[in-house]
């Protein structure tokens, strides 16, 4: 393999809202080490997740596959190890790969990643102090069902999912449940699973910095449990979050109104202690991403590595009196993401184009001149397509400026009754809601997808051309995961 290929280093948060970033504006939190990367690269100011649940949208990345190609449409869902992902790729191409941190996968498979280091690593490195995180599972604002259970794959815990088949958590009685009058954690920062991920991938490179590698520093932050150490939970008071009403809600989908009405619902208090829990916890992320680029600028490494920041799906954030994603709104769907290689690509540029973070794959392999990918599946596998889906912009990634996609893709909610389909162009975003109520945004003049044009009388021709084309991407008539279950969600323990 050629000596001047770059190394890629691919950092990840879980549920990053995509303009809570300083560098995008007047953020609540500060990003100074995310702005970091963005001062040194590309920013894409419209790039849009798979599926905005945490294993899909990340397998969906991983294979260059839409989750309803691959199967892997919700948290209980295992990708086939047949299927190949771009660290298949890199591995194929000479480099080592590493995975630290999060990535989800649920079972035992290490799916391209040769050097891996999980949460379960995390815990044993927490041994008997892993009670103070148990604590936090149990401390879930969304619901006391995490307290009866302590039980949150969403959080890795347990990482392999039927880990507890049969048996349930054996923290279950153990536990104890915050007051939410303050989100500090028990854990000293250096223990968080965030600054682990920081410090495991410094000794990584340490380690083999003299060979070419693909590294994922994949952090849970700003995830539940959403406490974050003492010093960060200080600066947002639970207190002080400020609660918005959400408005008239009767133009949205009943499904979407059925979530505001339940979060909205909450005691305030526990609304203000997500508010503050997940604004201290993107604060921290972001300080241990700071700690990361320190260890790579030291190590001389910066120059020759391709940096990559992004994050699976967004959050809600209590817009339109919602919290979390499982959802197409933009705060849901759109996540964060920036390229960096000042060696051979612009800096300091925002993209504004449209793009699919599925792209991602294709993308790195022709920025370190490693394509072309290979077929979707690396041994027989039926299911497999016959390509990945090709939507790379690495023109955009050295051409900021150019003109992108005439339209991006998202699902949702395969499985359910209301599967969601969903179809943004530059100026608006149709969603087809499968035996509900359709939804048409202009986002050009109602960015915040506060109405609902898709009942007028004039928007009748441009839902049906909208809907055509989504529909000529997937069928929702052929979705063959309507009503079923995972065989990973049967054997799971389910509270």
């Known amino acids: ?135 936090e599972i149990a401390s879930n604002p969304h619901g006391s069902s995490f307290f009866n259970s302590v039980f949150d794959t ?46 495991e991938s410094g000794k990584f490179l340490q380690r083999y910095k003299e060979q070419p590698f693909f590294l994922c520093a994949s952090f849970m932050k700003p995830h539940t449990p959403l406490f974050a150490p003492a010093e960060w939970a200080a600066k947002y008071p639970v207190e002080d979050m400020p609660l918005t009403d959400p408005g008239d809600i009767s133009g949205y989908p009943e499904h979407i109104q059925r979530r505001i009405k339940s979060f909205s619902g909450l005691d305030p208090l526990l609304r203000q202690a997500n508010l503050s829990g997940y604004y201290a916890c993107l604060d921290f992320v972001d300080h241990c991403i700071g700690t990361l680029l320190d260890e790579f600028e030291a190590a001389g490494l910066l120059d020759n590595t391709i940096v990559v920041y992004t994050s699976d799906h967004g959050d809600m954030t209590n817009q339109h009196g919602m919290q979390g994603k499982f959802c197409l709104f933009d705060p849901s769907i759109k996540v964060p993401l920036i390229i960096s290689y000042p060696k051979a690509l612009p800096q300091d540029k925002v993209c504004t184009a449209l793009v699919e973070q599925l792209g991602l794959y294709p993308t790195l392999a022709d920025l370190t001149t490693t394509g072309p990918v290979g077929p979707p599946a690396r041994q027989p596998l039926s299911a497999a397509p016959t390509a990945i889906s090709d939507v790379r912009f690495t023109d955009l990634v050295h051409s900021p400026e150019l003109p992108g996609p005439d339209a991006v893709f998202s699902e949702y909610n395969l499985r359910g009754d209301n599967s969601q389909y969903m179809i943004r162009t530059p100026q608006y975003k149709y ?8 939804e048409l945004y202009d986002l050009l003049n109602d960015p915040e997808e506060n109405i609902n044009q898709a009942a007028d009388s004039d928007r009748a021709a441009l839902c049906r051309e909208l809907r055509a084309q989504l529909f000529e991407w997937f069928d929702p008539q052929q979705n063959p995961f309507r009503g079923t279950i995972s065989d990973a969600a049967r054997a799971v323990v389910n509270p």
């Open 154 to 199: 969403g959080a890795g815990f347990p990482d392999v999912y039927d880990l507890w088949d049969g048996k349930g958590s054996p923290w279950a009685g153990k536990v104890t449940q915050s007051d939410f009058r303050s989100m500090a954690s028990e854990l000293p920062a250096e223990d968080h699973l965030d600054m682990f991920v920081a410090r």
């Open 431 to 438: 969603i087809h809601n499968d035996g509900s109520t359709d």
């Open 1 to 135: 393999m050629p000596n001047d290929r770059p190394n890629v280093l691919l950092i990840m948060t879980d549920q990053h809202r995509h303009d809570l970033m300083s560098c995008v504006g007047d953020s609540v939190v500060p990003t100074p080490n995310i702005d970091r990367i963005a001062r040194s690269g590309v920013r894409f100011a419209n790039a849009y997740s798979a599926y905005p649940v945490c294993v899909a949208a990340r397998m969906a990345m991983l294979t260059g596959l839409y989750a309803h190609q691959t199967g892997v449409i919700d948290n209980t869902d295992y990708l086939d190890w047949r299927y190949r992902t771009m660290a298949h790729h890199f591995a194929d191409q000479g480099y080592l790969t590493g995975l630290i941190g999060k990535m989800h996968f649920g079972d035992a498979n290490n799916h391209g990643f040769e050097y891996y280091l999980s949460i379960n690593d995390w815990l044993m490195y927490l041994g008997p102090n892993a009670h103070h995180f148990a604590n």
